[in-house]
C-alpha cells in the first residue's frame, strides 16, 4: 500500500510539472491565474486520499512546510533582483521609497489596530500578523512583475511592483522577530531597534553587495573560466543560498542580502544574455515549488484551515486587499510624479502569497500564541483572496496598462542600463 501511494504522488507531481508547463499558454488570454488552479486542484484534492498531510489546520506542525516556502521566497528575490534593468538609485527607485517607507509601515499599523482593538488579538499576536501580511508577495506576482532581463523594466507598474516585492519582505522580518520576543516577554526597544532592525539590515545590505559584486566578477570578468561561459543558469541558485546562508550565519538579513547581491550581479556586464538563463531557471525551479505549496494550500483550505475564521476576521482580511492597501499606496504617492495609471495599478495589486505562509511558519514553530488558528485562518483567508482577486484581475489590467504605455511611452527607460561598452 504504502508503495502505491508512492507512486500516486509520483503520478500527481508529474503531472503538476506538465500542468505548470502547459497551463500559461491556456490561462494567457483568460482571467485566471495558474494559483487559481492550483488551489483548486488542492481544494479537489482534500476529499480524496491522494494527499496526506500532518495538520491542515495547523501548517507549522506539518515536516519541511517551513523549509519549502523559505527557498521558494529566496528563489523569487533573487529572480526579482536579476529581472530589474532600472539602475539603482534615490531618484529612479522612488515608487518604491514611497511603497516601502510609506505604504508598508501605513498598512502594518493599519492592521495591528484592526487586529488588536478591533479583534482583540494581544499585542504580539497583532503585531504578528500585521508583519506577516504587510509584503507583498514576489512569488505570486510574476504577472504583473517586470519580464526577463534586459527587456526593459515594462513601465512604472511593473518595476515598482518588483522592487517593493523584492524590498519589503527582508524589512517585514525584524517585525516577526519583534512580535516573538514580545510574546516571550524579553523584548527591548534597544535591542531590537540596534540589533534586529539596523544592524542586520546593514550587514544584510553590505554582504549582499560585496558577495554580489564578487560573484558578478566572478561570472564576467576573468579572461579564462568565467562562470557565465558554463551557460548553467544553476549558477544563480548557487548564489541564492550561499548568500543567505552567509548572512545568517553572520547575523544579517538574509532576504535583503539575496535581493541586494541580486541586483549586484545584475550590474555586472549587464548586457549579458547570462543574467537571462539565471533569471529563467530561478523562475524554473520557483514556479515547480510554489505550485506544490499552493496545491498543499488548497488541500488545507479543505481540511479545516478557515474553521477558526470568525465574519470580523475575514472582513479584515479582505480590508487589507480592498481597503488598507489602496488608502495606503495613496497616501505613499502624494506629491509623486509617477503616471497616474501605474499609482492605481500599484494599489490594486498587494498580492499576499508565499511570504506571509513563510513567516507564519517561522513565527508559530517558535513561538506560543493563543491565537494561532485565528491568525491562520485570517492569513489564509487574505491569501485566497489575493489569489482569487488578483489572478483574475492581473490579466486584463495589465494588458490595457501595456497597451496604454505602448501609446503614451514612459519616463522609466531613462533609468534602464543602457550604452554599456561590451568587452
Not at 97 to 123: D, E, K, Q, S, Y
Not at 235 to 253: D, R, S
Request: glycine share 12%.
Amino acid at each position: 500500500m504504502e508503495h502505491n501511494d508512492h507512486l500516486f504522488a509520483l503520478l500527481i507531481g508529474g503531472g503538476l510539472i506538465l500542468l505548470i508547463s502547459w497551463l500559461p499558454m491556456l490561462l494567457r488570454r483568460v482571467p485566471l491565474s495558474l494559483p487559481i488552479m492550483c488551489v483548486a486542484i488542492g481544494y479537489a484534492s482534500s476529499f480524496t486520499s491522494i494527499l496526506s498531510v500532518a495538520s491542515a489546520a495547523d501548517p507549522a506542525a506539518t515536516p519541511a512546510a517551513e523549509t519549502i516556502s523559505e527557498i521558494v521566497m529566496l528563489l523569487a528575490l533573487m529572480g526579482a533582483g536579476l529581472r530589474i534593468d532600472r539602475k539603482f538609485g534615490w531618484r529612479a527607485w522612488g515608487t518604491s521609497w514611497r511603497l516601502l517607507l510609506v505604504a508598508m509601515p501605513i498598512t502594518m499599523m493599519a492592521v495591528f489596530a484592526a487586529a488588536h482593538w478591533g479583534l482583540g488579538f494581544g499585542a504580539p499576536a497583532a503585531l504578528l500578523l500585521a508583519a506577516v501580511l504587510a509584503p507583498t508577495d514576489p512569488v505570486l506576482a510574476g504577472d504583473v512583475q517586470t519580464g526577463a532581463p534586459g527587456k526593459g523594466d515594462d513601465g512604472e507598474t511593473r518595476f515598482g511592483l518588483t522592487s517593493e516585492a523584492g524590498m519589503n519582505d527582508g524589512f517585514a522580518f525584524p517585525f516577526v522577530l519583534l512580535a516573538l520576543a514580545l510574546q516571550a516577554g524579553t523584548a527591548t526597544w534597544e535591542h531590537w531597534l540596534a540589533i534586529d532592525l539596523i544592524r542586520e539590515m546593514l550587514i544584510g545590505i553590505g554582504l549582499g553587495f560585496a558577495l554580489g559584486r564578487l560573484m558578478g566578477f566572478a561570472m564576467f570578468q576573468p579572461i579564462h573560466m568565467k562562470l557565465s561561459d558554463t551557460g548553467d543558469g544553476l549558477v544563480a541558485v548557487g548564489a541564492t543560498l550561499l548568500t543567505y546562508a552567509a548572512a545568517v550565519l553572520l547575523h544579517g538579513n538574509g532576504f535583503i542580502a539575496v535581493f541586494v547581491a541580486a541586483l549586484a550581479i545584475r550590474s555586472a556586464r549587464p548586457e549579458d544574455e547570462f543574467h537571462a538563463k539565471m533569471a529563467e531557471l530561478t523562475n524554473q525551479v520557483e514556479r515547480v515549488l510554489v505550485m506544490l505549496v499552493l496545491v498543499l494550500f488548497g488541500w488545507a483550505l479543505g481540511h479545516g484551515l478557515l474553521a477558526s475564521l470568525t465574519w470580523q476576521g475575514g472582513v479584515l482580511a479582505l480590508a487589507l486587499i480592498l481597503l488598507f492597501r489602496p488608502v495606503a499606496c495613496w497616501i505613499g504617492f502624494i506629491g509623486s510624479s509617477a503616471p497616474r495609471t501605474s499609482k492605481r495599478l500599484i494599489a490594486i495589486f498587494g498580492i499576499r502569497g508565499i511570504g506571509t505562509i513563510y513567516y507564519l511558519l517561522y513565527a508559530l514553530g517558535r513561538g506560543e500564541f493563543t491565537e494561532r488558528g485565528q491568525l491562520w485562518a485570517i492569513a489564509g483567508m487574505a491569501i485566497l483572496a489575493s489569489i482569487i482577486i488578483h489572478g483574475v484581475l492581473s490579466t486584463p489590467l495589465m494588458a490595457y496598462a501595456d497597451r496604454l504605455r505602448g501609446r503614451h511611452g514612459d519616463t522609466a527607460g531613462h533609468f534602464e542600463y543602457e550604452n554599456y561598452p561590451s568587452r
